[in-house]
């Protein structure tokens, strides 16, 4: 059993990298990218690992193993976030950290792409284990994050309180009067430690307004529309949230613990509540039935979120798929193989680049806040945010006209000349 549990892992990790490289290539052979440019952009710039150990409640010591790769910094700092899940290895993070590349280059901002995190099960480490073991890792990764060179945000099973340590923990390495200038270390981070009014909900606001661009280039009123959400996190609850709030209606659930489905509807408000209270699952919810998690993607709907893990939509799954749209809330949900498969049955995808991209610019606005020495409000970060990926959307809709190609390759196409241009006009040292 743990043979193939391990083998399952290993399969993901390789498919990850293996779909961001097709995605990477297939763009870079329609827009003919300079080949020493192209040589670049294929490999990672800087990989650490680091084994570090940190003392459990019981006394005794765990050694754990953390990861950082930061993939290019050709347009600014390293940008990305860092994960706490089993899966994280030197691979996913690769992966992850060229899709943050892509994604940061897509949204005009002013940032490279970095991924990383820790092999871990959080759940099965109390709070104090879990900000010990943070704290460790952010000292082994030492002046290889900072402001102005590598800035790390929350991701899968991590948190503003994740972020909180380690800001904590870098600024204590630091002189007393050097380290008012480091609170943009980490973005993610609690309000009252230097974060960002709307940063929680960024991520999931930008999936939904995507879903809303979409609606209104088709021409589809969303009111009524039945959509399921993979993931119940940060991500699946603000876009389900904001979605309900149009209208729509959640049909379905899935998280790591099974799936729950409800023909009716679920309300997104009272299955945050005990989800809040059990413990993270969406197990046992009163309000919807408990289905077979292999059945989840065949479900009757017009719109799927896929808001958990990389590879879950497979050439297994792929063609029973019924959504008209699928809006890509995690990184690297859809195999390329499968792609193939939905885009001829006339599925529309939001990828991933750009669906879930809410988060990064939500990061870049806290970013610019604490180096500025201003304070937004919600409502001025939303509206901020709206234009942003309003213009993103725009131009991935016009490029994938011109170039008659899919949303992805056409999003992968103006990160990647974007790169191009600025290697073009920089140059390449020496």
Known sequence: MTTTI?????????????????????????????????????????????????????????????????????????????????TVDIDAARALAMWMTWKTSLAGLPYGGAKGGIQLDPTKYSQDELQRITRRFTYALGDNIGPELDIPAPDVNTNAQTMAWILDTYMSTKSPNERSKNLHVVTGKPIGAGGSEGRDRATGYGVFLTIKFWAENKKVDLKNKRFIVQGFGNVGYWAAHFLEKEGAILTAVQDAYGSIYNEDGISTEKLLEYVQANKGSVLGFSGANTMDSADFFGLDCDICIPA???????????????????????????????????????????????????????????????????????DEVLEKLEKKMRESFGKVVHKAKSKKVDMRTAAFIIAIERLEETYVQRGIFP
């Open 6 to 86: 391990t083998s399952e892992k290993k399969q993901l990790k390789q498919g990850m990298l293996d779909n961001v490289m097709r995605q990477f290539n297939n763009a870079a052979d329609i827009i003919e990218l300079n080949k020493n440019i192209r040589k670049i952009l294929e490999v990672t710039n800087n990989e650490f690992i680091v084994h570090f150990p940190v003392r459990m409640d019981n006394g005794e010591v765990e050694i754990f193993t953390g990861y950082r790769v930061q993939h290019n910094n050709a347009l600014g700092p390293y940008k990305g976030g860092l994960r706490y899940h089993p």
């Open 308 to 378: 958990a893990l990389g590879n879950q939509i497979t050439v297994e799954n792929a063609p029973k798929i019924k959504a008209r749209l699928i809006a890509e809330g995690a990184n690297g949900p859809t195999d390329v193989k499968a792609e193939e498969i939905l885009l001829k049955r006339g599925v529309d995808i939001i990828p991933d680049i750009l669906c879930n991209s809410g988060g990064v610019i939500g990061s870049y606005f806290e970013w610019l806040q604490n180096r500025n020495g201003e304070i937004w409000h919600l």
